[in-house]
Every structure is written in structure tokens, then in C-alpha cells.
């Protein structure tokens, strides 16, 4: 999926997710208020997901409901209709993919969105999921340690992740990208790396791309994404190399920042839902996936919690589900 955006217009991003919710709320006129009944698979409206988003409310409740039996032929999924509860390996801090919302408690984004729907396609409820906060160094551990369900928080799908957890997916794709300080002058492609100090996330697939595509570079490994960014901000670091969906997200904060534009570094990273190794949830959580791509829920999520927030003019086209390799 290419990722097509002009990193240096700020002005229009409010003005181009105003079509996108008013049509989505306009389509949400006609929504029952009363969740679906048990057994059924569709995706009548209503249910008791809240944030101050109601573009975003109205497409988490309005997801697809999985029939008893599909749900009770799978031990991954008949386990979190027990518990009652998804348990979710996620992130808060990151506003297209999983926000928290101050005002009401609720994470919301596009990590968070498919979340809530796979909550409501087991459940009967988007509201019904819990969320450990997770880092590039704990997401395997606590699936290894069967403290989550899942983990979906921009999940990069790579073999030697692939050793000890299982990936539903994938359901995104990005590509690696370099953000500066904004009016830099001294990077402005991937060949101008060289001799510079680029920061990235410790574990994350970034140490693996600059190793490749930019090896003349001293590498800065910091735990997380707000570290990477304080550290360009603050001139310990010359540039951020991840993957440019987090640094559109960086952009959208931060005005101090832009990402190099054309400037792309190695092939498209797969983002999946990783799973306990193993386990058949992962076929439950593809034919879920498959579904929301097939009825517009995919896209329509991804036009209120990315299109809406960074101008993107291009819609995507989701990977190939099932391409885990």
C-alpha cells in the first residue's frame, strides 16, 4: 500500500475529515439503537461503546456479530466469550491508532477500532475489551505468558516474531520513513543518513532497516516511540527511522516535525494481530478481518481515525489476508 501525503500542509487536515464523518454520521442516521440478538451474524447498529467520537461510536457499534456456533467451534475465541473480556496488548499514546480519550477513559484509532469490533464480533459488545499497555520489548512476552488475548498495536509481522507467537492479518501495510525537524535541509533522502545519528525503537523492525538501507548511520535505540521523538526534538538525534504511519502520527502532535517526503526506506512492513502461538485464532480472526474489509467497516474506520487526521488522498487497499510471509 503506498501512502501518498504532503508532509508540509497542515492547514487542510481539519477541513478533509469533515466530508468523511458527516457522511458517516449521515449513513448512521437509520442505526437502531438495540444491540443485535444473540446468535445472529449481523451488524445492526447500537451498543454501548462511548468516546467523544461519534463518527468513530458509530462504526465500532455497527460491526458484524458472530452466531453461537461459529464462536463455540473455536477454542481461541469460545475462551474470550467465557472470560467475557478481550484482553488486549495495546498502546495509548498514539493518535491514529490507539488514543486514549481523555474525557471518557476509551482508546480510540485504528488499532483500537478493529479491537472493539473483534470485541463486539465475540461478545455482542465493543465496550468489552482490556488493554495492557505493551512496548516493542514485552508484546511476544505477554502472549508467551498468556496474559493477553491479542496484541494489536502496529505489529510488524517478521520471521523471528513468528518463532514464538503466531499473526492473524495482515491488515495494514506501511512502509519505513525518516521524520527531522522540520525545515532540515541536511536530510533529505535515505542516502543522507550516512554518518548521521538516526534514532528508532529498540526490537522494532527500524534497527533491522537502518542495518540494510542506511548501514553508514549510528544507530540510536531508544524504548519507544515518544523517546525517538524527543531525541530529534532535543538534537540528540539527526532523524527517526519507523515506519511512516507512526510519523504521520508524530506529525499530526508535533509541528516542529516532518517526514522527508519520497524519502522511503525498504519494502512494506505487514502489520498483524499477534496471537498465542499456534493457536486457531488465528483462522477466527481472519475470517473476522475478511468480513469488515467485505462489508466497508475496514475502509470506514480508516477514514475517520487516519484519512481524517492527516489528509491522505488515497484510499488503500488492504493486504492480502493470510500473507504472513
Same mark, same amino acid.
Given at each position: ?14 477541513a ?18 438495540s ?6 451474524d449481523?451488524?445492526?447498529g ?5 468516546? @467523544? ?23 481461541w ?5 467465557? %472470560? ?31 479491537t ?7 461478545l455482542?459488545d ?9 512496548? @516493542?520489548?514485552?508484546?511476544?512476552d505477554l ?8 496484541? %494489536? ?42 554518518g ?15 542495518a ?23 538534537g ?10 507512526? /510519523? /504521520?502520527?508524530?506529525?499530526t ?9 519520497g ?15 499456534? @493457536? ?16 466497508g467497516?475496514? /475502509? ?18 488492504p ?7
Open positions: 500500500m503506498s501512502i501518498l501525503y504532503s508532509s508540509r500542509t497542515t492547514a487542510r487536515l481539519a478533509a475529515g469533515v466530508a468523511v464523518i458527516t457522511a458517516i454520521a449521515l449513513t448512521a442516521c437509520g442505526s437502531s439503537d444491540s443485535p440478538a444473540s446468535g445472529s449481523s451488524s445492526s447500537g451498543g454501548t461503546f462511548s468516546s @467523544s467520537d461519534s463518527a468513530y461510536d458509530t462504526i465500532v457499534n455497527s460491526g458484524p456479530v458472530a452466531d453461537d456456533a461459529t464462536v463455540e467451534a473455536n477454542e475465541a469460545k475462551s474470550v466469550r467465557d %472470560a467475557g473480556t478481550l484482553k488486549v496488548g495495546g498502546v495509548e499514546t498514539s493518535v491514529l491508532f490507539s488514543k486514549q480519550d481523555l474525557t471518557t477513559g476509551t482508546d480510540v484509532g485504528f488499532d483500537a477500532g478493529l472493539q469490533l473483534l470485541a463486539r464480533y465475540i455482542g465493543a465496550s468489552k475489551t482490556a488493554v495492557t499497555q505493551v512496548t @516493542s520489548d514485552t508484546r511476544e502472549l508467551v505468558n498468556k496474559q493477553v488475548d491479542l496484541v %494489536a498495536a502496529t505489529y510488524s509481522i517478521t520471521p523471528a516474531r513468528q518463532e514464538r507467537i503466531s499473526f492473524a492479518g495482515p491488515y495494514y501495510s506501511s512502509s519505513a520513513g525518516i521524520l527531522v525537524k522540520k525545515g532540515d535541509t541536511a536530510i533529505t533522502s535515505v542516502a543522507d543518513l550516512a548521521k545519528t538516526v534514532a528508532t525503537q529498540s526490537g522494532s523492525t527500524g534497527e533491522t532497516t537502518l540494510t538501507y542506511a548501514p553508514d548511520a549510528t544507530v540510536l535505540s531508544l524504548p519507544d516511540n515518544a523517546q525517538c521523538v524527543q531525541a530529534v526534538q532535543q540528540r538525534a539527526d532523524a527517526y527511522v519507523i515506519d511512516q504511519t507512526l /510519523l /504521520l502520527n508524530n506529525v502532535q508535533n509541528d516542529d516535525l516532518e517526514v522527508v517526503a524519502a522511503s526506506l525498504g519494502t512494506e512492513d505487514l502489520y498483524g494481530i499477534g496471537l498465542p502461538k499456534d @493457536s486457531d485464532g488465528v483462522e477466527f480472526v481472519n475470517a473476522f478481518l475478511q468480513k469488515i474489509e467485505d462489508d467497516t475496514w /475502509l470506514n474506520l480508516w477514514k475517520t481515525t487516519i484519512q481524517d487526521k492527516t489528509g491522505l488522498e488515497s484510499e488503500p487497499t493486504p492480502e489476508i493470510g500473507k504472513t510471509d
